[in-house]
């Protein structure tokens, strides 16, 4: 079993309440825009990290997190690309590989806008964390948590880190 905690578009900016809620997961996977090596060393600090770069992450980021990443998680199939849609929009890359080989979770980022979605076509849970960072349109910072047991993805909570241009504990 593991608790996962799920954040996307930090865009180089972690504050205390993040790490504080980090803390409490076995791993920490990064659905893209990063922003720089300094954010991404830090998450690595506190715990296990997987991640994907995104369309702001630069050369620096690149070798070490890929466009795309798929990986098992205990008996879990998992999909991680920043820009890749939701059920009913996903990218054309992204469709043409659920219509293949679909995951049983599909993580993206880049709209800065929180989904959980259940898809029914390719049956799969679609997860996009929103934005933890401050720059974007973005109105609320938030992240995700949530277990995954075997081949069960349950527990899954939505935190609500504040507005953007407040940092509050």
């Keep these: 079993m593991k608790r996962i905690g799920l954040l996307s578009d930090t865009h180089g900016y972690l504050d205390e309440r993040i790490l504080i809620y980090l803390e409490q997961c076995d791993e920490i996977w990064h659905a893209g825009d990063i922003g720089n090596r300094e954010t991404a060393q830090q998450l690595l600090m506190l715990k296990p990290l997987r991640a994907v770069c995104g369309n702001i992450d630069g050369s620096d980021l690149r070798p070490d997190y890929p466009v795309t990443l798929r990986f098992s998680c205990e008996e879990i199939d998992v999909l991680i690309i920043h820009i890749g849609g939701y059920p009913g929009h996903y990218t054309a890359e992204v469709r043409n590989q659920l219509q293949i080989n679909p995951p049983k979770l599909f993580i993206s980022g880049h709209s800065h806008i929180l989904k959980v979605i259940y898809d029914d076509k390719y049956k799969l849970l679609h ?30 909570e939505v935190v609500e880190l504040g507005r953007k241009g407040l940092v509050s504990m």
């Design 127 to 156: 997860i996009n964390p929103g934005a933890s960072g401050i720059q974007g349109f973005h109105q609320i910072r938030t992240l995700i948590r949530f277990t995954i047991d075997k081949d069960i993805i349950k527990d899954l």
